[in-house]
């Protein structure tokens, strides 16, 4: 691990605090020390960074990320990844969101039952990179909604994107199974999804019975409930529950949003904007027409979650950037756009958007005491920038513009400098 001085950088530190100058110590896996403005003495046996005005921030953490996802077009095709593949494609993805910058993410479903665990673990145990990572079930779901791709004629429930339960019992038995295997998350289907043919994203699909039993065997273990709720009905079935992981949140009315906020300290919304984006304004370029999205729903669901996440912002429910990255029309590690979309539809200035994907983030990761910020005690999980977020969040989505990546204390990235007294240099794109 480290013993690292970063001198003359400019400290976002992730409280929403304006930034500072100042010169950050790195010992071990923490940061021990801030020292703002003048540069103070040199500390024996540690290496000298000098930032030349650099932006140094908390690592960013990814709310809704799903690692088993190939870049494909459609479900059926990240399903069909035979397993071994599909555990080295999902390794190497835990290494791009590093390479992007996410230093931490939150597992939002697998595509194979222990795909998520045996990463998460392989991560910990030091044999692959990876940011720290909170490992999911699959998604659980019921006949004919989201995650149900089981053809009538070919009922073989490994072919299928979701695990199908029908009534308590199976959902206690698929429940258990994923727990005894591990995961830090149990995730619930509760809404519909557009992507999903006769399966309106307004609508919702699983009973309270089945509900309460998931949370029940999942609370009994300690770990959290994450829920896709797109319907206005499934995101208060999720809050009388008691489940913790709002994803997506499109559809509320003034009863949702009063319980939403009423629970604001113990729920984190994630809403994955880019499917709804990318396939209303750029599908044409993967082949879906504007009038396919329209027509699947896109446009009404897109109105709906801006009104929406906008009144849960003004609330202070923590709306968190991530989600559903791994599709063709948005591949993994072009994730930092959605500090754009929380800017354009969730009414945030870019010190909200930046406090979402560091402060909430370390809350997200249950770690709210210790990571997300830049402060004395913390997690070195650090990210090192060329320019001002602040002005330009677009900047995060350009790799070259990260120079230097931490994670608990030790640089995945390196930082190159020509000089330890010049500019920092990038090479030409
Ligand atoms: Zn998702």
Not at 270 to 281: D, E, M, T
Not at 310 to 321: D, F, I, Q, S, Y
Not at 395 to 419: N, T, W, Y
Request: proline share 4%; glycine share 10%; with cysteine.
């Amino acid at each position: 691990m480290a013993n690292v001085l970063f001198t003359n950088v400019r400290v976002i530190d992730g409280t929403g605090a304006q930034p500072y100058a100042a010169e950050v110590l790195i010992q071990g896996n923490r940061i021990s020390r801030i020292a703002r403005g003048a540069r103070s003495a040199p500390v024996a046996g540690v290496a000298i960074i000098d930032g030349a005005g650099a932006t140094l921030m908390p690592g960013m953490v990814e709310a809704h990320t799903h690692f088993a996802w190939n870049n494909a077009a459609t479900l059926d095709a990240i399903q069909l990844m035979p397993t071994e593949e599909h555990t080295l494609w999902t390794a190497g993805v835990a290494k791009t969101y590093l390479d992007h910058g996410w230093t931490s993410c939150v597992g939002a479903a697998t595509a194979k039952p222990r795909l998520d665990v045996v990463v998460r673990n392989a991560i910990n145990e030091g044999l692959i990179p990876g940011p720290r990572y909170l490992a999911a079930s699959q998604e659980i779901t019921v006949a004919g909604s989201l995650g149900d791709d089981m053809l009538p004629h070919l009922p073989y429930p490994e072919f299928s994107f979701g695990q199908v339960v029908s009534g308590p019992e199976e959902m206690r038995k698929i429940v258990r199974m994923f727990l005894k295997y591990g995961v830090d998350s149990i995730k619930l289907n509760l809404s519909g999804d557009n992507l999903t043919p006769k399966s309106d994203a307004r609508t919702s699909w699983m009973s309270d019975e089945e509900v309460a039993m998931a949370v029940r065997e999942t609370k009994l273990r300690g770990k959290r409930v994450a829920v896709h709720a797109r319907s206005c009905d499934s995101i208060k079935q999720a809050l009388r529950h008691g489940c913790e992981i709002i994803y997506h949140a499109s559809f509320t009315d003034e009863e949702a949003l009063d319980m939403l906020e009423a629970n604001k300290d113990k729920i984190f919304v994630a809403p994955g904007l880019s499917v709804i984006v990318r396939l209303l304004y750029d599908g044409e370029e993967w082949g879906f027409s504007r009038k396919w999205a329209v027509d699947a729903g896109y446009e009404v669901e897109l109105e709906a979650v801006e009104k929406s996440l906008r009144a849960m912002h003004k609330r202070g429910v923590r709306v968190l950037p991530g989600g559903d990255y791994g599709f063709i029309w948005a591949r993994h590690g072009e994730n930092a756009r959605d500090l754009q979309y929380l800017v354009k539809y969730a009414g945030m200035t870019p010190m909200e958007a930046l406090l979402a994907a560091t402060k909430h983030g370390g809350e997200m990761m249950m770690k709210g005491g210790e990571l997300g910020q830049v402060k004395e005690g913390f997690l070195a999980d650090i990210v090192l920038i060329d320019g001002d977020p602040l002005a330009d969040l677009s900047i995060l989505c350009d790799q070259r513009k990260l120079l230097a990546i931490m994670k608990d204390g030790v640089f995945h990235k390196e930082p190159e400098m020509r000089s330890s007294r010049t500019r920092w240099s990038l090479p030409a794109a």
